[in-house]
T-cell receptor, first 115, second 113 residues
Framework: GAGVSQTPSNKVTEKGKYVELRCDPI?????LYWYRQSLGQGPEFLIY????????DSGLPNDRFFAVRPEGSVSTLKIQRTERGDSAVYLC?????????????FGSGTRLTVV | TQLLEQSPQFLSIQEGENLTVYCNSS?????LQWYRQEPGEGPVLLVT?????EVKKLKRLTFQFGDARKDSSLHITAAQPGDTGLYLC?????????????FGKGTLLTVNP
C-alpha cells in the first residue's frame, strides 16, 4: 500500500479483555516498529521487528503485551487482560531497514480505550 | 529520566513571529530526526541530521545538529497558522544490530492568525 495502515482506528474494550491491534506496513519495508503515545507525551518505544524476528522488545511494559510478525509483513500487537492504564494511541511505523536515515513512516494509530 | 529533553513544552505565538525549539540530551546520537504530528495522525518526518554541526533548511524551517551530536534545534521563520502542530525530536542510538529511535515529549506549537 501507499502508507502504513493500522486497524482498527479506534477500539473501546472492557478492563480484563483481550485485544489485537493490526499494522500493515509499506510493501518492501523490512523493519516494523510499535510505539505507544499517551496524551501530551512523545511516542514511547515498545518493540521492533527486522523481518519476522523481534530485534528489540525491551519497551514492552510487561508480559501482557506481545507482538508477532509471522511472514515479515503484517504485524499484530496483542494485549491480554487489559487495564485502564493501557489506554493510549498505539502507533506503528515501518522503514526500508532498521536505522534507515530516510526515517520512519507512521500510521495514524489505533486509539485504545479501556473502560 | 527522559533521554531527550525538549523545550519549550508549549509555545503560542502570533503569525509572522520567529521561534526556536530545542532538543537536548546527555547521550550521543548517530542521527537525529525531527517529526511533526497533527491531531489524530502519526508523526511525519521533516528532516534527518547526521553530522555534528550540520545545518539543514526546509523552506522556513532550519534544523541544526550540535557539534557533539547531543543536541539539536529547530528554528521557524515567519511562522504561519499551518505550522501549528506537535514537533518531536527523535534520536537514534545504534549498538551492534540494535536500532532504537527514542522520542522526546514534543513541543506543542500554536500559531495564531
Amino acid at each position: 500500500g501507499a502508507g502504513v495502515s493500522q486497524t482498527p482506528s479506534n477500539k473501546v474494550t472492557e478492563k480484563g479483555k483481550y485485544v489485537e491491534l493490526r499494522c500493515d506496513p509499506i510493501s518492501g519495508h523490512t523493519a516494523l516498529y510499535w510505539y505507544r503515545q499517551s496524551l501530551g507525551q512523545g511516542p514511547e518505544f515498545l518493540i521492533y521487528f527486522q523481518g519476522t524476528g523481534a530485534a528489540d522488545d525491551s519497551g514492552l511494559p510487561n508480559d501482557r503485551f506481545f507482538a508477532v510478525r509471522p511472514e515479515g509483513s503484517v504485524s499484530t500487537l496483542k494485549i491480554q487482560r487489559t487495564e485502564r492504564g493501557d489506554s493510549a494511541v498505539y502507533l506503528c511505523a515501518s522503514s526500508l531497514a532498521a536505522g534507515n536515515l530516510g526515517g520512519y513512516t507512521f500510521g495514524s494509530g489505533t486509539r485504545l480505550t479501556v473502560v | 529520566t527522559q533521554l531527550l529533553e525538549q523545550s519549550p513544552q508549549f509555545l503560542s505565538i502570533q503569525e509572522g513571529e520567529n521561534l526556536t525549539v530545542y532538543c537536548n540530551s546527555s547521550s550521543v546520537f548517530s542521527s537525529l530526526q525531527w517529526y511533526r504530528q497533527e491531531p489524530g495522525e502519526g508523526p511525519v518526518l521533516l528532516v534527518t541530521v547526521v553530522t555534528g554541526g550540520e545545518v539543514k533548511k526546509l523552506k522556513r524551517l532550519t534544523f541544526q545538529f550540535g557539534d557533539a551530536r547531543k543536541d539539536s534545534s529547530l528554528h521557524i521563520t515567519a511562522a504561519q497558522p499551518g505550522d501549528t502542530g506537535l514537533y518531536l525530536c527523535a534520536g537514534l542510538i545504534t549498538g551492534g544490530s540494535n536500532y532504537k529511535l527514542t522520542f522526546g515529549k514534543g513541543t506543542l506549537l500554536t500559531v495564531n492568525p
